[in-house]
C-alpha cells in the first residue's frame, strides 16, 4: 500500500545550527502535506503545511520543501533551540481528509 | 473547550476485557479522527467521522474495534476483548470541516497497556 516514510530515524544538531529532517512518500495523488512536532506525553502539533502547487513555504525559524519528481518533502528548523527537541512526523492526504503519516524523525539538540 | 480533550489519559486493562476510550473535540469541530500509535511508530489511521455522514471505518485493525460519536460532538472508541498487541497511545484529533489547513488538532492521547 501506499506509505509515508522518512530517512532517519534519529538527528542530533549543536543548538544554533540548521536542521534538515527528510521525509518521502510514495502516493503520487497526494496534493497535501503536513509537518507535526510531538514531543513526549503530548499529541502531535502543527507546525506547516504545504500544497501540492507549491514547492517552498516559509513560517517562523521554519520552512518546508516540496519536490513532487522525486516525492521527497522536507523540514528546514533555522538555529536550532533545545526547545526543538522532538519527535517531527510528515503527513499527507490526497483530499480523503485522513491523514496518513510516517514512521517520525527523533531530533535531539545539543547544547 | 479550548483543546481535545481524551480520557482516561492512561488504561490498564487485562487480555480479554473490554475498553472504552473518550474523546471530547474542540467545539464546532465537526471532523474527529481516531489514530493508533505504537511505541516509537508513526501514527495509524482508525476511523475518521464527519458531520452527520458515515464515518470512514477503513482503519479499523478488526472487528473487536469500534467507535461511535454521539450528538456530532463526544466519541467513544470501544475495544473489545483486548490483545496485548492493542497496547499503544490512542490519539483524537478533530477539525473543521475538510480538515487542510491547520485545523487537525490533537488530544494528549490516551495510553492503553494490556498486561
Known amino acids: 500500500g501506499e506509505s509515508v516514510g522518512l530517512h532517519l530515524p534519529t538527528l542530533s544538531v549543536q543548538e544554533g545550527d540548521n536542521s534538515i529532517i527528510n521525509c518521502a512518500y510514495s502516493?503520487?495523488?497526494?496534493?497535501?502535506f503536513i509537518w507535526y512536532k510531538q514531543e513526549s506525553g503530548k499529541g502531535p502539533q502543527f507546525i506547516i503545511d504545504?500544497?501540492?502547487?507549491?514547492d517552498k513555504r516559509q513560517g517562523q525559524r521554519v520552512t518546508v520543501l516540496l519536490n513532487k519528481t522525486v516525492k521527497h518533502l522536507s523540514l528546514q528548523i533555522a538555529a536550532t533551540q533545545p526547545g526543538d527537541s522532538a519527535v517531527y512526523f510528515c503527513a499527507e492526504t490526497t483530499g480523503r481528509r485522513a491523514l496518513t503519516f510516517g514512521s517520525g524523525t527523533r531530533l535531539q539538540v545539543q547544547p | 473547550g479550548a483543546g481535545v480533550s481524551q480520557s482516561p489519559s492512561n488504561k490498564v486493562t487485562e487480555k480479554g476485557k473490554d475498553v472504552e476510550l473518550r474523546c471530547d473535540p474542540i467545539?464546532?469541530?465537526?471532523?474527529l479522527y481516531w489514530y493508533r500509535q505504537s511505541l516509537g511508530q508513526g501514527l495509524e489511521f482508525l476511523i475518521y467521522?464527519?458531520?452527520?455522514?458515515?464515518?470512514?471505518k477503513s482503519g479499523l485493525p478488526s472487528d473487536r474495534f469500534s467507535a461511535e460519536r454521539t450528538g456530532g460532538s463526544v466519541s467513544t472508541l470501544t475495544i473489545q476483548r483486548t490483545q496485548q498487541e492493542d497496547s499503544a497511545v490512542y490519539l483524537c484529533?478533530?477539525?473543521?470541516?475538510?480538515?487542510?489547513?491547520?485545523?487537525?488538532?490533537f488530544g494528549s492521547g490516551t495510553r492503553l497497556t494490556v498486561v
Open positions: 502516493n503520487s495523488a497526494s496534493d497535501y
Open positions: 467545539s464546532g469541530h465537526t471532523a
Open positions: 467521522f464527519q458531520g452527520n455522514s458515515a464515518p470512514d
Open positions: 484529533a478533530s477539525s473543521l470541516a475538510g480538515g487542510q489547513g491547520s485545523g487537525y488538532t
Open positions: 504545504i500544497r501540492s502547487n507549491m
